[in-house]
């Protein structure tokens, strides 16, 4: 039996993640959403809807009492804002805060809270969903700086726990799901929710502990940090 956990799971990329592994025998899900209450369709494929706020202190707070002592094999921290500001002119203190909190600390806590979890688990896998957007060294065009910033401190992070934890047997990767069409993505992305999801459980999948600390792209490819 291998036990998920998926942050941010009541739609697009996460939702398809729960659909996708729910046909996989020997599977146990647990999915998070807001309000839970609402997540109808997650609530027909996993086996437990945890309520989570990655931006909340009080929900990260609770998130212990509320999984305890479960074994989870794989986190998949999926769960993530867009922003607004696309000028330096553009800058609030308050969106850089919310838009760190949710996509760079956010997964860092979740992680801190399930860890004993994972370390009962087999599979001790973080899996991070960052943004190519995060890549440094791809960046030619600036914009975009609150969502950039907190994908570029994600993958720091993510490579931080990952050093960290390697001795301990765990895999702690950051991977980019394409340019897809989900709400942040919109409509003319060239990928379907169906086509990324498949593509980075693959990659999951095929995970290697000699692997851990690698940024890579949907399709398995490595990327530039």
């Not at 020997?26 to 931006?55: C, N, Q, W, Y």
């Amino acid at each position: 039996m291998t036990t998920y956990f998926i942050t941010g799971a009541n739609r697009g990329l996460g939702l398809e993640f729960a659909r996708q592994l729910s046909k996989r025998a020997e599977t146990t899900i647990i999915g998070t959403a807001r309000e839970p209450e609402k997540a109808t369709e997650l609530a027909r494929l996993v086996h437990d809807v945890v309520p989570l706020d990655v931006g909340d202190p009080a929900s990260l707070g609770a998130l212990a009492e509320r999984v305890k002592d479960r074994p989870i094999d794989v986190l998949i921290n999926n769960a993530g804002v867009s922003s607004t500001a696309k000028s330096v002119s553009e800058l609030e203190l308050g969106e850089l805060q919310r838009v760190f909190a949710v996509n760079a600390f956010g997964p860092l806590l979740v992680a801190r809270a399930l860890l004993p979890n994972l370390r009962a688990g087999k599979g001790k896998t973080v899996f991070n969903i960052t943004s190519m957007l995060g890549s440094i060294g791809k960046n030619t065009g600036g914009s975009s700086y609150p969502y950039r910033g907190s994908k570029a401190a994600l993958n720091m992070l993510t490579v931080c726990m990952a050093n960290e934890l390697e001795a301990e047997g765990f895999t702690c990767v950051v991977v980019h799901p394409g340019w897809v069409q989900t709400d942040m993505g919109g409509p003319s992305a060239p990928l379907t929710v169906e086509q990324s999801v498949a593509a980075m459980l693959k990659v999951l999948d095929g995970l290697k502990p000699g692997e851990t600390g690698k940024f890579f792209n949907y399709d398995g490819k490595g990327l530039e940090w």
